[in-house]
């Protein structure tokens, strides 16, 4: 059995932003993204990524480590992920 270890504390990430730049924040809705890929991402210095669903913004967001996170990129560049 794999232990993970406990992700970093949500308001130890740095700011959320949603793909045109724009810092989103849970409950945000002037940056509403229909138009602009649903998600915001925020970074922590020890390499965790936070992704929240800005469409659900009472939705926890989800924690990737940076293994976790650079494996997920490399599948959207190989076309590995999604439809």
Known sequence: MHVYPE???LDTFGSFTIPDGRTWTF???EHG???NG???VAFHPDGWVAVA???NPHTPPLI???DEW???Q???REGRYGA
């Open 7 to 9: 992700p970093p504390a």
């Open 53 to 55: 669903d800005t469409k």
């Open 27 to 29: 409950g945000d809705d």
């Open 74 to 76: 490399a599948a959207v």
């Open 33 to 35: 993204t229909h138009d």
């Open 38 to 40: 649903c998600i915001a």
């Open 70 to 72: 650079a494996n997920f």
């Open 64 to 66: 990737y480590n940076a």
